[in-house]
C-alpha cells in the first residue's frame, strides 16, 4: 500500500508538513472553541458574580437605612422625652413663682378692708353648696372676717397655705372655696368685691 497515494488527512502529501498543517489547524480551531467555552463560562461567572454582589451591596444599604431610621426615630424619642422633662420643669417653675406672686399679692389684699367683702362673698357661695354646715374653716386671724349673718357652729382657724378664703365642713361633705383652690381650678370667673378669681368648689 503506498501511504502517498492514501494520506490519513486530506491534501496530505508525501511529507508530513501538511500533516503538521492539519493537526496544528485542527489544534487552533480546538483551541478559539475551547477558549470561546471558557470566555462564556467567565462571562456567566462574572455576571452572576456581580448579581450577588449587588444583592449584598443592597441588602448592606437597606439594612443600613434601617438602622438609621432606627437611629433617628430613636433620637426622636428621647428628644421629644427631654424636650417634655424640660417642659414639666418649666412649667413647674412658672407654676412655682406665679403662686408665690400670688400668695405675696393675696397676702396684702388681706390687709384691705375690701377682703372683708370678699369673705362675705366666699362664705354666701359656699354656703349655697351647704347651707348647713357643722364647721368653718380658715386661716388664723380670718374668722373676724366672716359675715355676721351666718351662723356657724363651729369656727376653727387652723387652716395653713390656702392664701384666704374658708372652707366649710359637714354632712360629710367639704367645700372648699379657699383661694389656693379657686386659683387652681379652671372656669369661668365671677367678680367679688373687685377681686376675680376662678369659681372652684372641692365637695
Not at 501511504?3 to 485542527?26: I, N, V
Not at 354646715?133 to 380658715?138: E, G, H, I, K, T
Request: hydrophobic share 40%; charged share 35%.
Amino acid at each position: 500500500m503506498d501511504e502517498r497515494k492514501s494520506p490519513a488527512f486530506p491534501g496530505l502529501t508525501g511529507d508530513l508538513s501538511g500533516f503538521w498543517k492539519a493537526l496544528l489547524e485542527q489544534h487552533q480551531e480546538r483551541r478559539l472553541t475551547l477558549k470561546r467555552v471558557v470566555d462564556d463560562d467567565l462571562a456567566d461567572m462574572i455576571t452572576a458574580r456581580r448579581m450577588e454582589v449587588e444583592g449584598i451591596v443592597h441588602d448592606l444599604r437597606r439594612s443600613a437605612a434601617m438602622r438609621l431610621a432606627e437611629g433617628l426615630e430613636a433620637n426622636r424619642r428621647a428628644e421629644d422625652r427631654q424636650k417634655r422633662a424640660c417642659e414639666a420643669e418649666i412649667q413647674e417653675v412658672f407654676s412655682r413663682l406665679v403662686e408665690e406672686e400670688l400668695r405675696r399679692l393675696l397676702e396684702g389684699f388681706r390687709r384691705l378692708p375690701k377682703y372683708r367683702d370678699v369673705m362675705e362673698a366666699l362664705a354666701k357661695e359656699a354656703l349655697e353648696v351647704l347651707p348647713s354646715p357643722s364647721a368653718v374653716l380658715v386661716e388664723k386671724g380670718d374668722g373676724v372676717f366672716l359675715p355676721p349673718w351666718s351662723v356657724f357652729r363651729e369656727v376653727r382657724e387652723e387652716l395653713e397655705g390656702v392664701w384666704g378664703g374658708l372652707i366649710l365642713v359637714g354632712d360629710g361633705r367639704i367645700v372648699d372655696n379657699t383661694f389656693r383652690t379657686r386659683g387652681r381650678s379652671r372656669g369661668r370667673a365671677p367678680r367679688f368685691g373687685g377681686f376675680v378669681s376662678n369659681e372652684g368648689f372641692c365637695l
